[in-house]
């Protein structure tokens, strides 16, 4: 399946904006998953039996959607901010969940579940950062004029970003409009296949649904600010005034 998706990538001309084909990346994310989770599932066991390891495994996983999201966002020094989109939609999720008992502290069911909400919010921010400061480069001339009408640059640039950066939202939306009818979501899934009850895996899956949207819409309205602010940018993406 990975040679499929390589050669259709080769074959199509699959490429960035950049001209940089997507068949090489393909296929290194494919090698990468299966080493990364065949170094998961050794470790996973031996995690799972310390609070504090378990801990340290979710802030790790943090961190790689950090730099994953940041870099895929923007090159240069501003991509760390792409902590606070993550950060402020995942970490009241998880600790709600925590607190209500919905989820222990200890145990392997926190990893996948902070793990989905982790990846979530990751690709909600991608999505939302790309598409707003893709936005303001190719518009950055009605920004001026915004700001030349009178407009701060924050509303300026907000009044052109945010219904691109707000299409991130769409993927998390379809996924919980079209469950049980397109899909089957692993967690549901998952529970099926480890014994629970249909109906028990449904309210576990809904739960996850609306958590993960949640997720999504902090992330988004986080990741829109900050590019409004000028805090996550790239050159020529802010009016001629990179990091104004």
């Known amino acids: 399946m990975l040679a499929v998706a390589v050669t259709v990538a080769a074959l199509a001309r699959l490429a960035d904006g950049k001209e940089r084909g997507y068949a090489g990346a393909i296929a290194l994310a494919g090698l990468r998953a ?8 050794a470790l996973i066991g031996w995690v799972v039996r310390a609070t504090p390891l378990l801990l340290a495994f979710l802030v790790l996983m ?14 240069n020094r501003t991509w760390w901010w792409a902590a606070l989109p993550i950060a402020a939609g995942v970490v009241p999720a998880v600790l709600t969940l925590l607190l209500t008992g919905l989820v222990p502290v200890s145990g392997i069911a926190l990893v996948p579940v902070t793990g989905i909400l982790i990846g979530g919010a990751l690709t909600a921010t991608v999505l939302a950062g790309r598409r707003a400061l893709d936005e303001l480069c190719v518009r950055h001339g009605e920004v001026e004029a915004g700001m030349a009408l009178g407009l701060l640059p924050r509303e300026a640039r907000l009044e052109i970003a945010r219904p691109a950066a707000s299409d991130a939202l769409l993927p998390g939306l379809d996924q919980t409009r079209t469950v049980g009818l397109v899909t089957l979501p692993g967690a549901f899934v998952g529970m099926l296949l480890g014994g629970a009850s249909p109906v028990q895996a449904g309210v576990v899956q809904l739960f996850v649904l609306v958590a993960l949207m949640t997720v999504q819409a902090v992330a988004v309205a986080v990741a829109l600010e900050l590019v409004a602010r000028g805090l996550l940018h790239r050159s020529l993406t802010l009016g001629g005034a990179e990091g104004e």
Do not use: E, K
């Not at 299966?34 to 599932?41: E, I, M």
């Not at 943090?62 to 090159?75: C, L, N, Q, S």
């Open 34 to 41: 299966a080493v990364q989770l065949a170094a998961v599932s």
């Open 62 to 75: 943090f961190a790689v959607a950090v730099r994953t999201a940041g870099r895929r966002v923007t090159d």
